[in-house]
C-alpha cells in the first residue's frame, strides 16, 4: 500500500523521504497496500487531545465521523465509527445530530454548526480509483475548535483491503487524538466452539479485531484449545489432541504447514510465544507436575524453567523478554509468580485474601499483567503491576477466563461463559475497565489470542 | 437451574450405576472416540465376564474426586481396588486412565488437575500390581464433561479419573 500524507489545504506535499519512511512502517500480510502520508496543517496542533488515564472525570473524545464520499465511503465510515464505538475513548456522534452534509471532503468543516452538537472533530475523507485502478482512500481529520486540519492520509490498495483500510484510518485518527498506539489493523485467534457441551467441537478459528472476515484453520474433528499468535510471523502455537499425548503445535496460517514443537515425554500445553518469535514457551505434566520449558524454533534446543512438584503453567514473558509470569500452586493455590527469564528466583505477587489467581499475561506496554481471579465463587478479569501492586478487577461474575492484551496495551479481550448448557462467548473490555463489548461471534468463541498489529 | 436430560438421568441412577445410567443415555457420546469417559456399546442386563461391559456395570470405570483434590477418597480407593483385582484377572487389556476435572477452574490449570488425578489413579493400580507397561494416563482438563448444569451435583460428576480398557485413543 503506499500512503501518502495529506496536506491540510493551505500546506503542501511532504518530502520524498518521509514517504519512504512510511512506506517502509506498512508490513504485515498484505503486499501490495501502499500508503502516504498527508501531513497535519498546523504545527500548533496539540500533540494529543486526551489523557487516557484521567481518572473519574474521563469524558470520552466527540467525533462525527461523517459519511466518506465515493460509492464505497459509506461501508468504510460504517467500519470506522463501529471501531470507535467500541473504543472507550472515542464517542462517535449519531449521523442523524449531524449539522451538514459534507459535500466537499477536502474543505474544513464549518466549525460553529459542530460545536454546536459538541463534536470535538470532524473525520471526512474519499474512497475512489487510483490512476492504475487500485482503490484510492483519503482522509482528513478537522479539530473542531480551530477548524484546522491536523491529521490527514491517503491510501492505495487493492479493493480487497477496503476493511483494512478502514482500520488503518481509524489507528490513524486514535493515535493523532490520544497519542496512543492504535489497534483496529489486528487479528485474533480464537476457538470457535459448536455443539453439545459433553461433545463440544473446537475448531481454530481467525478473525479481525472487530469479529470480520472470520476464517476456520480446522476442521473440528481435533480437540483444540489456547492458541497464541506469533508476534513475528504468521505462526499460532495451540494445544491439539491427536494420537498420543496431547501436545503444542505451531500452525503457519498462510502455508497451512504444521508440526509438533518438541518430542517431550509427556503432555505439553499452556505455550505463548518469546517476545521475539524466537521461543516458545509451554508447560510438560510428567507424573503428577507440570514444569516450565522453553524451546528454541531455531536450534530446536529443550530448556527447562522450573523443577517442583508443582502445578507450573500459563507461562508469558515479559515484553522485554528479561522476565516470566506464570501461575502456580507451589505455595497451596494457583498464585502468580514472577521470574527471571532463566526460570530462577521465582517471586509470588498475587496475595488477594481468599482469592487464586491464574493466566496471567504481561501487557505489550510492560505496565500490567492481566489474569483471571477467582474469589467467593466467581471468575474475574483483572489487571496488576508487575510488583503485584494496584490490582484492578475489571469485570466479574460467574465465569470470565483468558484474558488477552491488544497491541497497545489499552484493552484486554476475554471469554465469558454463562454456565450449564450454554457456551462461552468474547468479550472485549478497556484496561480501566470504562467500557465492555461483546465481539461478535457466529457459534461460541473462546480462547482468544489478539496478534500484533499489522501495519 | 437447568439440566440436561442425560445430567439429571445421571445424577439419580450415580448411586446404582454408572453403567446402568449409561445405558439408560439416549445416545453414546464414546462414539466420536473423543474419550469422555464412558464404554462403547454398554447396554442393561448381564455382562460377559471379563467384558468391557462387565468391568464397567460390576466393576465401576471411574471414581471421583473433591473440588480441586486428586486425594483418592475411600470410594476411590475401593473402585480401584475393584479394578485391580479384575485387570488382573484379565491381563489382555491395556489401560488408559482418563484425568477430568469440572468447569470451576481455568483451563490451562484443568489440564495439569486432570493429569495429577490420572496420576493418582494409575499409581494406585500399580500399587496394586497391574503392570506399569498396560498403564497409560491423558489429561482432558475441562473439556469433557458428562453431567451438565451450573452447581455442584453436576461438578461433582465431572470431577473425575476413568479407566478405560484397551485406551481412549486405540
Same mark, same amino acid.
Given at each position: 500500500m503506499r500512503i501518502i500524507t495529506i496536506p491540510s489545504p493551505r500546506d503542501h506535499l511532504m518530502s520524498d523521504s518521509k514517504l519512504l519512511l512510511s512506506r517502509r512502517q506498512m508490513g504485515g500480510l498484505f503486499t501490495g497496500l501502499a500508503a502516504s502520508s498527508l501531513l497535519p496543517g498546523s504545527a500548533m496542533a496539540q500533540s494529543k487531545y486526551l489523557d487516557i488515564r484521567r481518572g473519574t472525570n474521563f469524558q470520552p473524545i466527540p467525533i462525527a465521523v461523517t459519511n466518506f464520499a465515493g460509492e464505497q465511503g459509506p461501508a468504510l465510515s460504517g467500519i470506522i465509527t463501529n471501531n470507535f464505538a467500541r473504543s472507550v475513548f472515542l464517542q462517535p456522534l449519531e449521523p442523524r445530530s449531524f449539522p451538514e452534509q459534507v459535500s466537499n471532503p477536502d474543505a474544513p468543516p464549518r466549525?460553529?454548526?459542530?460545536?454546536?452538537?459538541?463534536?470535538?472533530?470532524?473525520?471526512?475523507?474519499?474512497?475512489?480509483?487510483?490512476?492504475?485502478?487500485?482503490?484510492?482512500?483519503?482522509?482528513?481529520?478537522?479539530?473542531?475548535?480551530?477548524?484546522?486540519?491536523?491529521?490527514?492520509?491517503?491510501?492505495?490498495?487493492?479493493? =480487497? =483491503?477496503?476493511?483494512?483500510?478502514?482500520?488503518?484510518v481509524s489507528d490513524a485518527v486514535f493515535s493523532r487524538i490520544t497519542g496512543e498506539k492504535g489497534f483496529f489493523d489486528s487479528r485474533v485467534?480464537?476457538?470457535?466452539?459448536?455443539?453439545?457441551?459433553?461433545?463440544?467441537?473446537?475448531?481454530?478459528?481467525?478473525?479481525?479485531?472487530?469479529?470480520?472476515?472470520?476464517? $476456520?484453520?480446522?476442521?473440528?474433528?481435533?480437540?483444540?484449545?489456547?492458541?497464541?499468535?506469533?508476534?513475528?510471523?504468521?505462526?499460532?502455537?495451540?494445544?491439539?489432541?491427536?494420537?498420543?499425548?496431547?501436545?503444542?503445535?505451531?500452525?503457519?496460517?498462510?502455508?497451512?504447514?504444521?508440526?509438533?514443537?518438541?518430542?517431550?515425554?509427556?503432555?505439553?500445553?499452556?505455550?505463548?510465544?518469546?517476545?521475539?518469535?524466537?521461543?516458545?514457551?509451554? *508447560?510438560?505434566?510428567?507424573?503428577?507436575?507440570?514444569?516450565?520449558?522453553?524451546?528454541?524454533?531455531?536450534?530446536?534446543?529443550?530448556?527447562?524453567?522450573?523443577?517442583?512438584?508443582?502445578?507450573?503453567?500459563?507461562?508469558?514473558?515479559?515484553?522485554?523478554?528479561?522476565?516470566?509470569?506464570?501461575?502456580?500452586?507451589?505455595?497451596?493455590?494457583?498464585?502468580?509468580?514472577?521470574?527471571?527469564?532463566?526460570?530462577?528466583?521465582?517471586?509470588?505477587?498475587? $496475595? *488477594?485474601?481468599?482469592?487464586?489467581?491464574?493466566?496471567?499475561?504481561?501487557?505489550?506496554?510492560?505496565?500490567?499483567?492481566?489474569?483471571?481471579?477467582?474469589?467467593?465463587? *466467581?471468575?474475574?478479569?483483572?489487571?496488576?503491576?508487575?510488583?503485584?501492586?494496584?490490582?484492578?478487577?475489571?469485570?466479574?461474575? $460467574?465465569?470470565?477466563?483468558?484474558?488477552?492484551?491488544?497491541? =497497545?496495551?489499552?484493552?484486554?479481550?476475554?471469554?465469558?461463559?454463562?454456565?450449564?448448557?450454554?457456551?462461552?462467548?468474547?468479550?472485549?473490555?478497556?484496561?480501566?475497565?470504562?467500557?465492555?463489548?461483546?465481539?461478535?461471534?457466529?457459534?461460541?468463541?473462546?480462547?482468544?489470542?489478539?496478534?500484533?498489529?499489522?501495519? | 437451574m437447568t439440566f440436561m436430560i442425560s445430567a439429571r438421568t445421571l445424577k439419580i441412577v450415580a448411586a446404582l450405576s454408572i453403567g446402568l445410567a449409561m445405558a439408560a443415555c439416549s445416545k453414546n457420546p464414546n462414539e466420536d472416540g473423543s474419550g469422555s469417559g464412558f464404554g462403547s456399546g454398554l447396554g442393561a442386563g448381564a455382562a460377559t465376564p471379563g467384558s468391557q461391559q462387565d468391568f464397567v456395570v460390576n466393576v465401576g470405570d471411574r471414581i471421583f474426586f473433591e473440588s480441586d483434590s486428586t486425594e483418592l477418597t475411600s470410594t476411590a480407593q475401593a473402585t480401584l481396588d475393584k479394578q485391580a483385582r479384575w485387570l488382573q484377572q484379565y491381563g489382555q487389556y491395556s489401560i488408559t486412565v482418563e484425568g477430568h476435572a469440572d468447569e470451576r477452574g481455568t483451563r490451562e490449570y484443568n489440564f495439569a488437575l486432570g493429569a495429577r488425578r490420572a496420576e493418582a489413579a494409575k499409581s494406585y493400580l500399580a500399587a496394586r500390581g497391574i503392570p506399569a507397561s498396560r498403564l497409560r494416563t491423558i489429561s482432558y482438563g475441562k473439556e469433557r464433561p458428562v453431567a451438565v448444569c451450573n452447581d455442584i451435583s453436576c461438578w461433582s460428576q465431572n470431577r473425575r479419573a476413568v479407566t478405560v480398557l484397551g485406551g481412549a485413543n486405540s
Amino acid at each position: 500500500m503506499r500512503i501518502i500524507t495529506i496536506p491540510s489545504p493551505r500546506d503542501h506535499l511532504m518530502s520524498d523521504s518521509k514517504l519512504l519512511l512510511s512506506r517502509r512502517q506498512m508490513g504485515g500480510l498484505f503486499t501490495g497496500l501502499a500508503a502516504s502520508s498527508l501531513l497535519p496543517g498546523s504545527a500548533m496542533a496539540q500533540s494529543k487531545y486526551l489523557d487516557i488515564r484521567r481518572g473519574t472525570n474521563f469524558q470520552p473524545i466527540p467525533i462525527a465521523v461523517t459519511n466518506f464520499a465515493g460509492e464505497q465511503g459509506p461501508a468504510l465510515s460504517g467500519i470506522i465509527t463501529n471501531n470507535f464505538a467500541r473504543s472507550v475513548f472515542l464517542q462517535p456522534l449519531e449521523p442523524r445530530s449531524f449539522p451538514e452534509q459534507v459535500s466537499n471532503p477536502d474543505a474544513p468543516p464549518r466549525a460553529d454548526a459542530w460545536r454546536m452538537i459538541n463534536a470535538q472533530f470532524v473525520l471526512t475523507g474519499r474512497v475512489g480509483r487510483a490512476p492504475d485502478g487500485r482503490m484510492q482512500t483519503q482522509f482528513r481529520l478537522w479539530d473542531v475548535s480551530t477548524g484546522q486540519q491536523v491529521s490527514g492520509q491517503q491510501y492505495v490498495t487493492d479493493p =480487497n =483491503n477496503a476493511r483494512r483500510v478502514a482500520h488503518i484510518v481509524s489507528d490513524a485518527v486514535f493515535s493523532r487524538i490520544t497519542g496512543e498506539k492504535g489497534f483496529f489493523d489486528s487479528r485474533v485467534v480464537f476457538i470457535d466452539e459448536s455443539g453439545p457441551k459433553e461433545r463440544r467441537s473446537k475448531r481454530l478459528s481467525i478473525m479481525d479485531q472487530d469479529g470480520a472476515n472470520v476464517r $476456520y484453520l480446522s476442521g473440528g474433528d481435533e480437540l483444540v484449545v489456547t492458541p497464541r499468535f506469533s508476534p513475528s510471523s504468521q505462526d499460532v502455537a495451540y494445544m491439539a489432541f491427536g494420537k498420543g499425548d496431547p501436545r503444542v503445535f505451531i500452525l503457519n496460517i498462510e502455508t497451512g504447514q504444521r508440526e509438533a514443537v518438541g518430542n517431550f515425554p509427556g503432555m505439553t500445553f499452556s505455550p505463548r510465544f518469546s517476545p521475539d518469535g524466537q521461543k516458545v514457551i509451554m *508447560s510438560l505434566s510428567q507424573g503428577s507436575s507440570s514444569n516450565l520449558f522453553t524451546m528454541d524454533l531455531r536450534s530446536r534446543a529443550t530448556t527447562r524453567l522450573t523443577d517442583t512438584a508443582a502445578i507450573d503453567t500459563s507461562p508469558s514473558f515479559s515484553p522485554d523478554g528479561s522476565q516470566i509470569v506464570f501461575e502456580s500452586d507451589r505455595g497451596g493455590t494457583q498464585q502468580i509468580y514472577v521470574t527471571s527469564a532463566g526460570g530462577s528466583g521465582a517471586k509470588r505477587i498475587s $496475595y *488477594s485474601e481468599g482469592a487464586r489467581y491464574s493466566t496471567p499475561v504481561w501487557s505489550p506496554k510492560g505496565d500490567f499483567i492481566a489474569f483471571t481471579r477467582q474469589k467467593g465463587g *466467581s471468575f474475574g478479569i483483572g489487571v496488576m503491576k508487575p510488583d503485584g501492586s494496584g490490582e484492578r478487577i475489571i469485570t466479574e461474575g $460467574y465465569h470470565n477466563e483468558g484474558p488477552t492484551w491488544a497491541p =497497545n496495551g489499552l484493552y484486554v479481550m476475554f471469554f465469558r461463559d454463562p454456565g450449564g448448557n450454554g457456551g462461552p462467548k468474547i468479550f472485549m473490555a478497556d484496561v480501566f475497565g470504562r467500557g465492555e463489548f461483546a465481539v461478535p461471534t457466529q457459534s461460541y468463541g473462546s480462547d482468544p489470542a489478539w496478534g500484533p498489529l499489522l501495519s | 437451574m437447568t439440566f440436561m436430560i442425560s445430567a439429571r438421568t445421571l445424577k439419580i441412577v450415580a448411586a446404582l450405576s454408572i453403567g446402568l445410567a449409561m445405558a439408560a443415555c439416549s445416545k453414546n457420546p464414546n462414539e466420536d472416540g473423543s474419550g469422555s469417559g464412558f464404554g462403547s456399546g454398554l447396554g442393561a442386563g448381564a455382562a460377559t465376564p471379563g467384558s468391557q461391559q462387565d468391568f464397567v456395570v460390576n466393576v465401576g470405570d471411574r471414581i471421583f474426586f473433591e473440588s480441586d483434590s486428586t486425594e483418592l477418597t475411600s470410594t476411590a480407593q475401593a473402585t480401584l481396588d475393584k479394578q485391580a483385582r479384575w485387570l488382573q484377572q484379565y491381563g489382555q487389556y491395556s489401560i488408559t486412565v482418563e484425568g477430568h476435572a469440572d468447569e470451576r477452574g481455568t483451563r490451562e490449570y484443568n489440564f495439569a488437575l486432570g493429569a495429577r488425578r490420572a496420576e493418582a489413579a494409575k499409581s494406585y493400580l500399580a500399587a496394586r500390581g497391574i503392570p506399569a507397561s498396560r498403564l497409560r494416563t491423558i489429561s482432558y482438563g475441562k473439556e469433557r464433561p458428562v453431567a451438565v448444569c451450573n452447581d455442584i451435583s453436576c461438578w461433582s460428576q465431572n470431577r473425575r479419573a476413568v479407566t478405560v480398557l484397551g485406551g481412549a485413543n486405540s
